[in-house]
């Protein structure tokens, strides 16, 4: 299993503003995942964090708006970018375990956009 | 439209009262289904892996099971610390190697 740690764990931003997220694991990952969870939705990739490389976007997000920073194998993070009330979500980081497929959590960032 | 379908989307038992939540898929070529469990305020927390129709894997209070078209989530006689959104997520063979999630189901389980 790995252990995440996220923080800040909840903001309240201005619209218009930014917000970086970051994510620490404590153990070398070769991935790391950044999801958006809206309520009521099921949980959606934003992108794949590979460390020394540009991070991998899904469909309908773009890297304008959420640059990601990957600058070791243990730590990353997503930034949030001129935002607005439909940013408001919880977001979370992630990464696989050992033997493939299951992925571990951290406890997310819940933001609310004013 | 969902390749993941969980229903029902909130379910209200009072303790000691057994049943089933339900995760369909449509997609083809399963690779695995997984079962999450979340807590408010935290992330997902892994439960089963199951890899083929008829596997069965076993937690305490919860039992989940696969056919071809759906998993289902059994809880056996729930206890209120058994409260949480269960979430299910299926990974492609031959796709991409992440899973795509459900919308979850809410449980409350009621002393």
């Known amino acids: 299993s790995a252990v995440i740690s996220q923080k800040p764990s909840r903001d309240i931003c201005q619209r218009g503003t930014s917000l970086t997220i970051q994510c620490q694991v404590d153990?070398?990952?070769?991935?790391m995942f950044w999801y958006r969870q809206q309520p009521g939705q099921s949980l959606t990739l934003i992108a794949t964090?590979?460390?020394?490389?540009?991070?991998?976007?899904e469909s309908g997000f773009v890297i304008d708006k959420f640059p990601i920073s990957r600058p070791n194998l243990t730590f990353s993070t997503l930034t949030v970018s001129n935002m607005s009330p439909e940013d408001s979500s919880i977001y979370l980081c992630?990464?696989?375990?050992?033997?493939?497929?299951?992925?571990?959590f951290g406890a997310g960032t819940r933001l609310s956009v004013l | 439209e969902d390749q993941v379908t969980q229903s029902p989307e909130a379910l209200r038992l009072q303790e000691g009262e057994s049943s089933s939540l339900n995760c369909s898929y449509t997609?083809?070529?399963?690779?695995?289904l997984f079962w999450y469990r979340q807590d408010p305020g935290k992330g997902p927390e892994f439960l089963f892996t199951?890899?083929?129709a008829g596997e069965e894997k076993e937690k305490e209070r919860l039992k989940a099971t696969l056919t071809k078209k759906e998993s289902f989530l059994h809880i056996t006689a729930p206890k209120p610390e058994d409260s949480a959104t269960y979430l299910c997520?299926?990974?492609?063979?031959?796709?991409?190697?992440?899973?795509?999630f459900g919308r979850g189901t809410s449980l409350i389980v009621h002393p």
């Open positions: 992630s990464v696989e375990g050992s033997g493939g497929n299951i992925q571990y």
């Open positions: 153990s070398q990952v070769t991935m």
């Open positions: 964090a590979n460390q020394g490389s540009e991070a991998t976007y």
């Open positions: 997609v083809s070529g399963l690779r695995g």
């Open positions: 199951l890899y083929s």
């Open positions: 997520a299926v990974h492609l063979s031959g796709g991409s190697y992440i899973p795509t």
